[in-house]
């Protein structure tokens, strides 16, 4: 069965093991390390939320939100060039054309 149980406790943690090899776990921590993430994370997000169906890669740790930060604040920059040419407007416009490929590519997939 590829999907979690949905009993009342779904989302309580509880401990688990597994066995595994010296070298396997040295790979596992190793990844799980360089994805900023503990072990018991990584190996979920890794092997259970990707059955689950998610198609995207799940980005390590915190890098998802350093991502989204950094366009944020790379979007407000521009925001901030365009304000500053007097050119609000186009601005807006750019918004809506980007919403509309986003909008159009969610249809299309």
Do not use: C
Request: glycine share 4%; no cysteine; hydrophobic share 40%.
């Amino acid at each position: 069965m590829n999907e979690i149980s949905h009993t009342k406790d779904h989302t309580k943690r509880r401990n688990r093991s597994i066995t595994v090899t010296d070298s396997e776990w040295h790979i596992i921590t190793r990844k799980a390390q360089a994805a900023s993430m503990p072990v018991s994370r990584y190996i979920v997000q890794r092997i259970v939320e990707r059955d689950a169906g998610k198609e995207e890669p799940v980005l390590p740790g915190g890098v998802a939100r350093r991502v989204a930060r950094d366009l944020l604040v790379l979007a407000r920059i521009q925001e901030l060039r365009f304000e500053e040419a007097g050119a609000r407007e186009d601005w807006l416009r750019l918004l809506e054309e980007a919403d509309a490929i986003i909008e159009a590519e969610k249809t299309a997939g």
